[in-house]
């Protein structure tokens, strides 16, 4: 079994920083991505970063130059680095460890945290 366990959430004034940290913990061989979701009150789940085992990243254009991605492959961690941070960042953060092998061959399962929720107020 897997598990995935969001810390670093909390409330912060408009144009402050937040440093959020994902770890994945359990029978793990491999995995493929980590990447971070929001999801804001009456709003769809979206994909805020994402960073492959490679080290290749991806981030959502309202978050470009502000946000920044970064892993841990020997721990099974990741973490976002939240600057200038805006109202409308105000969400749950959700972490997820995608495409995990617990053996070689196994096949790949996708992983999710219960979320933190990240405040940010004008």
């Known amino acids: 079994q897997v598990q995935v366990v969001e810390s670093g959430g909390g409330l912060v004034q408009a144009g402050g920083s937040l440093r959020l940290s994902c770890a994945a913990s359990?029978?793990?061989?491999?995995?493929?991505?980590m990447n971070w979701y929001r999801q804001a009150p009456g709003k769809q789940r979206e994909l805020v970063a994402g960073?492959?085992?490679?080290?290749?990243?991806n981030y959502a254009n309202s978050v470009k130059g502000r946000f920044t991605i970064s892993r841990d492959n020997a721990k099974n961690m990741v973490y976002l680095q939240m600057n200038s941070l805006k109202p409308e960042d105000t969400a749950v953060y959700y972490c997820?460890?995608?495409?995990?092998?617990?053996?070689?061959?196994?096949?790949?399962?996708?992983?999710w945290g219960q979320g933190t929720q990240v405040t940010v107020s004008s």
């Open positions: 960073i492959t085992s490679g080290g290749s990243t």
């Open positions: 359990g029978s793990i061989f491999s995995i493929n991505a």
């Open positions: 997820n460890a995608e495409g995990v092998r617990n053996r070689p061959t196994s096949t790949r399962k996708n992983y």
